[in-house]
């Protein structure tokens, strides 16, 4: 059976971005595929502490796997959520993994550029989660791993470390579908980013300072709905999907595709040769306020005790072959 792996950091509430663009998709693969393959999501919490945690990691942990249930996650036997601290062995394959990596390589990673950008220093964790992230993925021998387009120079580390040991040591780890096969296998023509409402020409961020600029998922959803009618098109005057040219127009038509979950060529389909911008806010804001209203229904009937008691069995499992895998890689280095 082949594994589909993702994980999403539990800082804070997360944006509409973060739920359209990668736990509801997340969601929808997992009901299509885990009849017949691993579906692993967890919650990386030592990746949560490299940057400043706002409010309770343990509260945030928890919150944010009800998010995948209440986003509509069905569980059977082969969907498995756990929580990266609960598993020692992702710690101890990143240590053995940084021995692998270059500090070249990781000096590349457009992650730590932007994060440490501006700064005097900054923590190691900063510059090294990509290793963890790798580790993450390879424990299970994942597959698939969905994500945002931002991530995808990671997963090519993940390839790379992994083709590197296997060169060295025999085939121990499973290599991951390359980033044009990850895309394909996510239906998508490229990665999803939900763009900033005020400045599209960004990505959506919960820690953007300006409360226009996003929607998170505990907006009130009339509030919602003003932020997508306050929205920046452009003066072109025509609703034309163009990321280079049309930004704001394109993410509004994103939103509205991913929001109903129908196919984007659909939605650009349905709007091509519109000229007014105001109808296609109307329109989306009525998809963003009906999406909050459903959610957030369905987020108030799951319980702290049904997450603990998927995490009781997630986390067996996710021990059990992370630790005969770490077992695995100890041998080749003699350490067992």
Request: glycine fraction near 6%; hydrophobic fraction near 40%; charged fraction near 25%.
């Amino acid at each position: 059976m082949k594994t589909i792996l993702t994980g999403v950091r539990a800082n804070s509430v997360p944006t509409i971005g973060n739920y359209l663009g990668a736990m509801l998709p997340m969601v929808r693969l997992a009901n299509q595929y885990s009849k017949d393959s691993h579906v692993n999501i967890f919650v990386p919490d030592l990746h949560s502490i490299i940057s400043e945690v706002d409010g309770d990691l343990k509260a945030n942990t928890i919150r944010t796997l009800k998010y995948y249930l209440a986003g509509g996650l069905e569980i059977n036997e082969n969907v498995h959520i756990y929580r990266q601290s609960r598993v020692p062995a992702h710690s101890e394959l990143c240590w053995i993994l940084n021995c692998v990596a270059t500090m070249g390589e990781m000096s590349r990673m457009t992650q730590y550029k932007d994060k440490s950008e501006g700064r005097e220093s900054c923590n190691v964790g900063i510059f090294d989660y990509p290793v963890l992230m790798t580790a993450d993925i390879l424990l299970y021998d994942a597959t698939y791993v969905p994500l945002g387009e931002d991530q995808f120079q990671h997963i090519e580390l993940a390839r790379n470390l992994a083709t590197r040991f296997n060169h060295r040591f025999g085939e121990i780890f499973t290599v991951p579908a390359k980033t044009a096969d990850q895309v394909k296998f996510m239906g998508m023509d490229g990665g999803i980013r939900i763009r900033d409402l005020l400045n599209p020409e960004k990505k959506m961020s919960k820690s953007t300072k300006a409360e226009n600029s996003k929607i998170m998922l505990d907006d009130e959803p009339a509030k919602a709905g003003k932020k997508i009618m306050s929205a920046t098109t452009d003066s072109l005057g025509k609703v034309k999907f163009d990321m280079f040219n049309q930004p704001g127009v394109s993410n509004l038509l994103q939103i509205e595709a991913l929001a109903n979950d129908v196919p984007l060529q659909d939605v650009i389909a349905t709007w091509a040769g519109e000229t007014r911008y105001g109808d296609l806010k109307q329109k989306v804001a009525s998809s963003v306020m009906r999406l909050l209203e459903e959610f957030q229904a369905q987020m108030a009937k799951v319980s702290d005790e049904m997450v603990y008691g998927l995490l009781e069995s997630g986390e067996k499992y996710a021990n059990e072959v992370a630790n005969a895998k770490l077992y695995e890689v100890q041998k080749a280095f003699n350490l067992r």
